[in-house]
């Protein structure tokens, strides 16, 4: 038992009292994401406000008084609207390619007529370019006022009245004040961060663990100093446990740190809108996810171990577990698909080491997370780390893998 | 007390070694069918060229192999059975002195008392004994990556006599050291005799062999060929010297005789 925390000091104080691993493991990811969801949401917000305050070109065959009319309003900014002469359509589309014009709005001759006289039914043709975004928004912006305020418009002059329109109301109570909204306050998860978080953290955790581990076991091996602790009368499997132990500490606290920078980050980045303005989760959500975290550190932990033991060099054992890195980044883009159908999955696929906490992270961030299978993942994943800890006692024990360097 | 008995070392090539080495053999005979015996409180050395099987023999005597065949055992403890009691009584040092970089030689020296689990006060009290013995208390509390080689070298004796063993293993004891660096690792060999160590070094060095050993085994492609005091090997070869004596043993024992041309 000696041995076990022995070895395990060991590699926390090479970690924390050297400030180049310091720095490199904890301080400049988190300083880099930061940077990096800070830049995405100020370009963001650049963008957004760029796109408002922009005022489409719009060109417009056939216009009336009566349609300038109806078009009118603070709705939109119709400062450079311009008429034009049917002629002239096929030179404003080819503006419009050019991306020179933002939209072409094309009124039959009839327009006003027709509607008066319930003789057929008049069709409105907007052009636009996709590929320009401003023009693609116009489109959007039109479209909208055609079929609600201009539409609105001449129904009301045909029944008689803007007031006449006004036959029911939804959720317009007398009083305002009465709230429609059913959610439970505490669940209210959302959906940008049940799918984004868990993949992130499932990923970053095993990066985390595979820099370190390769380097606390093949480093050693490489460094030549793994004799020295195999000649010690300590057991084989204290000190694969106290460097498994040390290992996990790192990965849980470098994990922590990297998830709570980005639940902090994206909503900034992201905009609140999108992400529906950060979250709150209760305290036992959040030891729920703390557990998840620790036993996939655990687990992550054993794999990179297993897999190091059998490199010469730290590069070698990069090599090896590469491969691995690949599998977590799969199980990850799988959970985002899944992150969509609102829990309910079939409690065996919980069991599944990473994808099963990717899953569990996913059903706690958008308040969906079932105790059945936050348990089940855990066990699991505990129970196979434990297995692959024995597997690697084992291989402590063989000179074939330890003495080959 | 050391005692080999009859023991084969058959390394097994990796796939990656047969490629490294480009051949089509999958195992190695490291060691054929070695015995000998090591007194209490002897020198004793086993001399071999390059890939002779010294380490190997010196690796499985100190536990960190098991012998394909044969056993050994040290101080009556078997090696392969009782390896932890065996490596609480043993010390295994080499020329290539391997300390993690970025630790000062003080944490070691604690860190290997705990893994040996030692009293805190006589580690307290050994590492004062022995920094004093090599004269490396003025490094004690600077990094590794920052001393020289031979400072390295006293610090790893010291780590490495921690335990006060009984008997020591040294693995090619001066190479690649100056020879004060060199002269001052046999005094402390002598040292250790006087205290009544059991003592086992590997060379091809053979002065060092000359100055420093009671008894000598030569070995010439993982057998032994020989074995006595200088005196006997210089008799039974009719040389002059330790070294005239080693190329005749060489000379009639080993298969690459033709490409050496001797
Ligand atoms: N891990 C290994 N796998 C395969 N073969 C090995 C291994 N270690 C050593 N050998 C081979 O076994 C033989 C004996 O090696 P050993 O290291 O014991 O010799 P040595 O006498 O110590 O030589 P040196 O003077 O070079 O240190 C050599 O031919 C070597 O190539
Ligand atoms: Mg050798």
Redesign the pocket.
């Known amino acids: 038992m000696e041995a076990v925390i022995t070895v395990f000091k060991k590699e926390l104080h090479r970690i924390f009292k050297d400030k180049k691993m310091l720095f490199s493991t904890f301080v400049l990811p988190v300083f880099i994401m930061i940077i990096i969801y800070g830049l995405v949401g100020n370009m963001t917000e650049k963008l957004q406000k760029e796109m408002s305050q922009y005022s489409p070109s719009v060109y417009i065959v056939n216009s009336t008084d009566k349609i300038q009319k109806a078009m009118a309003g603070p709705v939109l900014d119709l400062s450079r609207v311009s008429e034009i002469d049917g002629m002239a359509a096929e030179d404003t589309k080819e503006l419009i390619k050019a991306q020179a014009a933002d939209l072409l709005i094309v009124f039959p001759a009839s327009f006003d007529a027709d509607i008066e006289n319930d003789s057929g039914m008049p069709n409105v043709e907007i052009y636009y370019n996709p590929d320009n975004m401003n023009s693609a928004n116009a489109y959007t912006m039109y479209l909208e006022m055609m079929q609600d305020q201009v539409y609105k418009s001449y129904l009301a002059d045909k029944v008689g009245g803007a007031d006449k329109l006004d036959i029911f109301t939804v959720n317009m109570k007398a009083d305002g004040e009465a709230s429609y909204e059913l959610s439970d306050e505490d669940n209210s998860g959302s959906q940008m961060l049940a799918t984004l978080v868990p993949y992130m953290v499932v990923i970053l955790l095993f990066s985390g663990a595979m820099s370190m581990g390769t380097d606390i076991i093949a480093g050693e091996k490489e460094r030549g100093t793994m004799a020295s602790l195999l000649l010690t009368p300590a057991k084989r499997s204290s000190i694969a446990m106290g460097k498994l132990l040390a290992l996990t500490v790192i990965t849980v606290i470098s994990a922590t740190l990297y998830s709570v920078t980005m639940v902090i980050m994206v909503p900034k980045a992201m905009g609140e809108a999108l992400t529906g303005g950060g979250f709150n989760i209760t305290v036992g959500q959040g030891a729920m996810v703390f557990a998840i975290i620790i036993a996939l550190a655990f687990f992550y932990v054993n794999v990179v171990t297993l897999v190091s033991v059998f490199a010469k060099s730290v590069k070698e054992a990069q090599s090896y577990t590469t491969p691995f890195m690949i599998l977590v980044v799969i199980a990850g883009v799988l959970t985002m698909f899944n992150s969509f159908s609102s829990g309910g999955q079939n409690i065996f696929l919980y069991a599944i080491p990473v994808y099963g906490s990717a899953l569990c992270l996913s059903d706690i961030f958008s308040g969906t997370a079932a105790v059945g299978g936050f348990a089940v993942n855990v066990i699991c994943t505990l129970l196979i780390s434990v297995l692959l800890t024995m597997v690697i006692s084992r291989v402590f024990d063989n000179e074939?893998v330890m003495?080959?360097s | 007390m050391i005692q080999v008995n009859n023991i084969t070392?058959i390394?097994?090539?990796?796939l990656k070694?047969k490629r490294e080495l480009n051949t089509k053999e999958t195992h190695?005979k490291?060691?054929e069918k070695l015995s000998f015996t090591v007194k209490d409180g002897e020198i004793f050395g086993?001399l071999?060229?390059?890939?002779?099987?010294?380490?190997?023999?010196?690796?499985c005597i100190a536990t960190l192999l098991k012998p394909t065949e044969g056993d050994i055992t040290v101080n009556g403890l078997d090696t392969v059975k009782d390896a932890a009691k065996v490596r609480e009584r043993l010390s295994l040092l080499t020329n290539d002195v391997r300390l993690d970089p970025q630790f000062t030689p003080d944490y070691l020296f604690d860190f290997f008392g705990h893994m040996r689990e030692i009293p805190d006060d006589i580690i307290a009290a050994r590492k004062e004994e022995l920094f004093r013995y090599f004269d490396v208390n003025r490094y004690a509390d600077k990094k590794i990556e920052e001393l020289s080689t031979g400072t390295r070298q006293k610090i790893s004796l010291a780590i490495s006599m921690i335990h006060d063993p009984d008997i020591v293993i040294f693995?090619?004891p001066t190479t690649g050291l100056d020879i004060i660096t060199a002269s001052s690792v046999l005094d402390y060999l002598l040292d250790l005799k006087k205290k009544g160590k059991t003592i086992l070094i590997?060379t091809?060095i053979m002065s060092e062999a000359e100055k420093l050993c009671d008894r000598i085994a030569v070995?010439v492609d993982?057998r032994k060929v020989a074995q006595g005091t200088l005196p006997e090997l210089l008799e039974e070869t009719e040389a002059d010297n330790l070294e005239g004596a080693f190329f005749k043993y060489f000379r009639d024992n080993s298969k690459e005789v033709e490409r050496w041309r001797l």
Not at chain 2, 11 to 14: A, C, D, F, W
Not at chain 2, 48 to 59: C, D, I
């Open positions: 074939h003495m080959n | 070392k390394y097994k090539y990796s070694m190695r490291a060691v086993l071999g060229t390059n890939g002779a099987g010294k380490t190997t023999t010196l690796r693995d090619e590997s091809h070995l993982g």
